[in-house]
Structures are given as C-alpha cells and as structure tokens.
C-alpha cells in the first residue's frame, strides 16, 4: 500500500509541476523572453559557459541561479551588470517550475530577450522536473567519464542541445569524446551535439548559432 501511496503523489507532484510550466512559458511568451533550461554536473562548465555567452551573444540576457546555495554563481553573473535572481534550493537537487515562477516576480522580464536559467549541478534530478523553459540545454565534461551518457540516459533523450565540455583533455583524461557523441546520437538521434572547449574557444560559435536558431524558430 505504501507504494502506490508513494507513486500517486509523486504523479501528482508531477502533474501540478507540468501545469506550472505550462504557465511560465506562457508568462515568458508574454513577455517575449526565450528561455534555456542549463543543466549539467557540478564542473561541468555550465556556470563559466554561460558568463562567455553573456559576454559574447547580442541580446539582453537575464540569469536566474539554481544551488542548494546559489550566491556564489550568482555573484559570478552579477559583475556582468545583468538582471539575475539566486535560488536556494537547500536539499532539494533540482529546480522547479515553483521556484522558477518566484524568480520572475524578482525578475524585470521586458529588461530582457534571453534567460539562462541555471539548474542545480545534477544530472539525475532534474529530469523530471520542467521548468517552463523553450529548450534544454546539458553540458557535460570529458572529465566526468566517456561513460557518462550510458549512466544517465534520461536527461539526454529530452535535451535540445547538448555540449561536451572540455575536450582539450580528453586524451589526457583517457576519455573517447567521439563514444560519448555517439552515446548523445543513440539516445536521442535528432539532437545537435557540440564537441567545446571554454579555454580554446572550440565550439563557442557553434553554440551560440544553435540558440539563436532555436530562438528564430
């Protein structure tokens, strides 16, 4: 009995999380705010790609910040002189399409025509959890492993666009970066996948020409 107790409250904190989502995109739509969902482990990259995006893209960017303890990258985004709101997530693993929905509220929309908004560093719990945004953005290191995308399958079959960070190492990690963009293409086949590196620069133009035909469409 606890199980099924257990499951129909998870698939009600679902259902409500989906229809709160629903209603951020139709806020941002509004607004005429296109919103990237960034999600990746923790040294992935995600925070210090998205400070070169902010530096590098031609649109007035807003950042929300999702950590168990978020000040310190959203003090790395605020010397950018840009709209960005912290979110505490304290235990939980993830954001939420509630918590997003408090953001805009701390949040000058028409200030802005893109928003990252950073999820927490997990590549596991915010799977389920949809936030509103137009589309997912995972960010994953050949630090982490070539095994990385075998060991979470879910976050990748519903990415829009993944980017494998740091490829600059890969040999020196032993990582086969080319399996891991073949583990990406067997999940999820339509799915543009990047090959970057922050410190040489490789793949930044690629990534940047990726979100601006996502927000074109």
Partial sequence: MHKV??????????????????RNQKILDKADVFAVDVLGAIGS???SLIE????????????????VISKFDAGRFEKYNIP??????????HLDAHLVEHAFG???LEDIDLLFIENVGNLICP???DLGSHIRMVVISVSEGD????????????????VINKVDIADAVGA????????????????????????????LEEIIESIEGFMDN
Avoid: Y
């Avoid at 259902?15 to 629903?22: I, M, P």
């Avoid at 995006?53 to 929300?64: P, S, W």
């Avoid at 505490?88 to 693993?93: I, Q």
């Fill in 147 to 162: 095994d990385t995308v075998e060991k979470h399958p879910l976050i990748f079959k519903d990415a829009d666009l993944v």
């Fill in 45 to 47: 990259g995600k925070t």
């Fill in 52 to 67: 070169i995006l902010i530096q590098k893209m031609d649109h007035k960017i807003g950042v929300i910040a999702g950590d």
């Fill in 176 to 203: 086969d970066q080319d399996k891991m963009v073949a583990d990406v293409k067997e999940l999820n086949p339509k799915v543009r996948v990047i090959k970057s590196s922050l410190k040489t620069g490789q793949g």
């Fill in 84 to 93: 960005v709101v912290g979110l505490n997530t304290g235990k939980e693993c």
């Fill in 106 to 108: 701390d949040m000058q």
């Fill in 127 to 129: 799977v389920d959890f």
């Fill in 5 to 22: 107790a257990d499951i129909e409250i998870q698939h009600d904190i679902m259902v409500a999380n989906r229809k709160l989502a629903e």
